[in-house]
DNA sequence: AGTACCACCTGACGGC
DNA sequence: TGCCGTCAGGTGGTAC
């Protein structure tokens, strides 16, 4: 992946594509050194800390919940691994692929090196206990894949506001951003702009059938919308983009201070 | 509770 | 050509 062509936008489908590229390329392989390019990724750790736990262990297993990645090394040790908006990881064998925003640097015993790349530096990464400590502090919801459609409904019930920002809030599900709620909406036929209270129970059900297929196909296809099928409009979220449905501009407005694409036809439902 | 800001950051882009 | 302002987007903080 070359420098300004990352395609990722590292919401729940992209950290779950990163997970596999994680588990396909990096466990059970003695870590030799771990080199912290910038500490400014650093969230309640040191540099230090990150060298003395993890050099010479070894990755064991990974779990993801929305868009945090937990890389678990031994007992009451994992890794957190945000990714922030710019955020992915390499894995390679000569130091001339390194990508270009390195920040951390795993040397592994078979020669290959792991690199965390955050080019914007909003990304977090922290040495953890438990996985359960870090959803509690942070009081994330639910994944959005694991979330059950009881939970769901909780959502709209006896709430106010709008349906992007409580399909974004973190709090509520954990693991929708910006660009996957405009996919979800999109294929529910609902204006970003829609009040939750005005929702009844087969709207959420079929958004909830509908938010769970986007990020299923999402994963399927790599988390690249270069693949996605043709009816999904986020590789229409660019200037002139069309509504894959119904051919018309889309429109672009801000919603929650968020750059916000919707077709102005079939996204009615309010 | 919900909204509306700001800050953190870098680099791409548009205006002049 | 090059400088400068603006903005993307996740999270977290504050103020209303």
Known sequence: MKIGENKFMPELPDVEVFKRYLDSTSLHKTIKKVEVKDKKILEK???KKIKSKIEGKKFNDSKRHGKYLFINLEKKLSLMLHFGMTGFLKY??????????SRILFTFDNGYYLSYDCQRLLGKVRLIENISDIIKEKNLGPDALSIDIHFFKDIFENKRGGIKSALMNQKN?????????????????????????????????????????VLNTAIEKNANPDNFPKNFV???????????????????????????YFCPKHQEKL
């Not at 390679?92 to 925003?101: Q, T």
């Open 45 to 47: 750790t040191t540099a």
């Open 92 to 101: 390679f064998k000569n130091m001339d692929d390194e990508s270009g925003h």
């Open 173 to 213: 599900i954990a693991g929708i951003g910006n660009i996957y709620s405009d996919e979800i909406l999109f294929q529910t036929g609902i204006h970003p702009k829609a009040k939750v209270n005005n929702f009844d129970e087969i709207l959420i059900k079929e958004l909830y059938t509908k938010m769970k297929n």
């Open 234 to 260: 986020i590789p229409q979220r660019k200037k002139d983009g069309k509504c894959p449905i119904d051919g018309v501009a889309l429109k672009k407005i801000r919603v929650n201070g968020r750059e916000t």
